[in-house]
C-alpha cells in the first residue's frame, strides 16, 4: 500500500498539471457613458478595466453610435487642470485601469443626437494582446457619472 501513494498521488495531480491556462482576459466594470453638455460636443466614457494578462494595454474603444473616441486624462498644471491624450493605458493584474471624472476618461465624439438618458451604448475595447470586449453602458446625463464607474 506505501508504494501506492505515491503513484496515485501521481494519477490525481496529473489533470491539474496537464489544464491549459486561461485565455488572455480582460473584464470591463461599471461602463458608464455621459451625454454632452452642450449638444454637438463631446461626451465622455468611465469604466475599470481588470485583465488575467501581465502587462496588457487598451489601443482603443470602438462604438456604432459614437463617430470617434479618444482616450484622455486631467492633469494638473500650474494649479490649472487641463486634458490630453493619454500617453499610456497599459495595466496589470495587480493595477487595473480605472477611467473615472477628474482623470482618465474617454471622450465620445459625434455621439448619436438620438441617445437619452437610460439608453445603453456599445462600446468595443481593443487590446494588446488579449481580444476584444464589448459591453453596454448605461447612458447618463451630462456630469452624471454616478456611482458606475467608482
Known sequence: MRKALPIIALLLLAPACSREPDPPGVTVENAVATLPAVPGRPGAAYFVLRTNVDPTRL????????????????????????????????FTPDAPLQFAPGGRHAMLFDMDPALRVGDRLTLTFRFDPAPPVTVEAEVRGPGDAGHGAH
Open 59 to 90: 489601443t482603443g474603444i470602438e462604438s456604432p453610435r459614437v463617430g470617434r473616441v479618444e482616450l484622455h486624462e486631467t492633469m494638473e498644471h500650474a494649479g490649472t487642470a487641463r486634458m490630453a491624450p493619454l500617453a499610456d493605458a497599459g
